[in-house]
């Protein structure tokens, strides 16, 4: 990178936007894996959010304002308030990782290094509180730890957000499932960016498979394998990319 660039926040921002679009063409490059890290790791909240926390999801929100409708219908004895929880959290979450992303979002490497070690604390702060407290749905320490799981997730999708890598929204699948069976050879497409897809639909199969395993055991394990993941992703994605800059 030449003098001019470094010192340049609109070029470097550029330089950042060009090479995360780079991460949609190979499974190899550093952002794909740690997006697809971060897809896992949302099958390991959701888990715990919905099948230890009385069915209520703190990364999907599509499927927490469906649940939301069901529980104001009041049908199936779903819960109205840990699923206004999580949306608010969520949206405040969101509204951080905008404002982080306005102040930092043009140094990639400081930017996701913050997002990161937000995500971390927050999910390990929830395993610390489900290891001395008896964590229950529809009481105040369930609704703590759905508030820090969402609130994370929001500044996480804020973050995801800029970057813009198709298919790898990390919480979200329904475009990448979309995007699979649309362009494949059976639609008659070229079937491009399939490893791609099939690879963040397995990532959060196997997060929610292992996070149900894991809630089997307690509710603290799942949320301390996110908490690890979170920040082994940060530690090793971030020198990274900094070398690559």
């Known amino acids: 990178m030449s003098d001019s660039t470094a010192i340049n926040p ?5 330089l950042d936007r060009e090479w995360a679009k780079s991460a949609a063409a190979s499974l190899r490059h550093p952002l794909t894996r740690a997006l697809l890290v971060l897809t896992l790791t949302t ?18 929100m599509t499927g927490n304002i469906v649940l939301l409708g069901f529980g104001i219908a009041g049908s199936g ?21 905008g404002l982080l992303a306005k102040r930092i979002g043009n140094r990639h490497p400081q930017h ?12 390990g702060a929830a395993a610390v509180l489900a290891a001395i407290v008896d ?20 500044v996480r999708n804020a973050t995801v957000r800029t970057l813009g890598v198709p298919d790898l929204t990390t919480t979200v699948l329904t475009m990448t499932l979309t995007g699979l069976a649309a362009d494949s ?4 497409g ?6 791609r897809r099939i690879a963040a639909v397995a990532a959060m199969l196997a997060g929610a498979v292992a996070g149900a395993l894991l809630l089997k055991t307690s509710i ?26």
């Not at 050879?185 to 008659?188: D, L």
């Open 135 to 154: 964590v229950r749905p529809s009481e105040l320490s369930g609704d703590a730890v759905i508030a820090m799981l969402a609130l994370a997730m929001g």
């Open 112 to 123: 996701i290094a913050r997002a990161l070690g937000f995500e971390a604390t927050l999910i």
């Open 220 to 245: 603290v394990l799942p949320l301390v394998a996110a908490a690890g993941l979170a920040l082994a992703t940060w530690l090793v994605y971030v020198p990274a990319v900094r070398r690559h800059l």
């Open 77 to 97: 004895g779903l819960p109205v308030v840990a699923p206004l929880v999580s949306l608010g959290s969520f949206l405040v979450g969101a509204v951080g990782g």
């Open 10 to 14: 609109v070029a470097t921002a550029e």
């Open 185 to 188: 050879p059976a639609a008659g």
């Open 190 to 195: 070229s079937g491009k960016g399939s490893a």
């Open 43 to 60: 099958g390991l909240v959701d888990a715990v959010s919905y099948l230890g926390l009385g069915r209520v999801f703190t990364a999907n």
